[in-house]
């Protein structure tokens, strides 16, 4: 039987005596996936994540929370220590996440209204929703 090539199968393989022979990492790399969508995974995540809205919490429960920062803000020479649940705003999109602080405040600065844990982190008082000063958590 005969094959349509058999004529040229024996021939040495052609090397171009004007160009050079392309590295075998560079003919690889001809053949590698091509991402036209660059960015499309990270973006479809992003739009998958879940973000909380900021409640508003009603007279209430804001004197309430204003009665548990003024005795924190007269013991804050004692080191006390307090529980702060915040609104955290996410910084790419849309709303945010509840975050629970735990540690000992530094001050409550009225000033620039935040509560400023010993460890550095400021609180702004307009995105905190809980405060307990109870010692045992």
Same mark, same amino acid.
């Given at each position: 039987?005969?094959?349509?090539?058999?004529?040229?199968?024996?021939?040495?393989?052609h090397?171009?005596?004007?160009?050079?022979?392309?590295?075998r990492?560079?003919?690889?790399a001809?053949?590698?996936p091509?991402?036209?969508?660059?960015?499309?995974e990270?973006?479809?995540?992003?739009?998958?994540?879940? #973000?909380?809205?900021?409640? !508003?919490? *009603?007279e209430?429960a $804001?004197n309430?929370?204003?009665?548990?920062? /003024?005795?924190?803000?007269?013991?804050?020479?004692?080191?006390?220590?307090?529980?702060?649940?915040?609104?955290?705003?996410?910084?790419k999109?849309?709303?945010?996440?509840?975050?629970?602080? #735990?540690?000992?405040?530094? !001050?409550i *600065?009225?000033?620039? $209204?935040a509560?400023?844990?010993?460890?550095? /982190?400021?609180i702004?008082?307009?995105?905190?929703?809980?405060?307990?000063?109870?010692?045992?958590?």
């Amino acid at each position: 039987m005969k094959n349509m090539y058999d004529d040229i199968i024996g021939l040495p393989h052609h090397v171009s005596p004007v160009h050079p022979q392309m590295a075998r990492a560079d003919r690889a790399a001809q053949f590698s996936p091509f991402a036209a969508l660059t960015g499309y995974e990270m973006v479809i995540h992003e739009a998958g994540r879940m #973000t909380d809205q900021q409640i !508003e919490l *009603d007279e209430d429960a $804001r004197n309430m929370l204003d009665e548990k920062l /003024k005795t924190i803000l007269k013991q804050t020479g004692n080191r006390q220590e307090a529980k702060i649940t915040f609104f955290q705003p996410d910084a790419k999109k849309e709303g945010g996440i509840y975050v629970t602080a #735990t540690g000992l405040v530094k !001050e409550i *600065d009225t000033y620039h $209204r935040a509560v400023v844990m010993m460890e550095g /982190k400021r609180i702004p008082l307009e995105h905190i929703v809980e405060v307990e000063t109870n010692p045992s958590f």
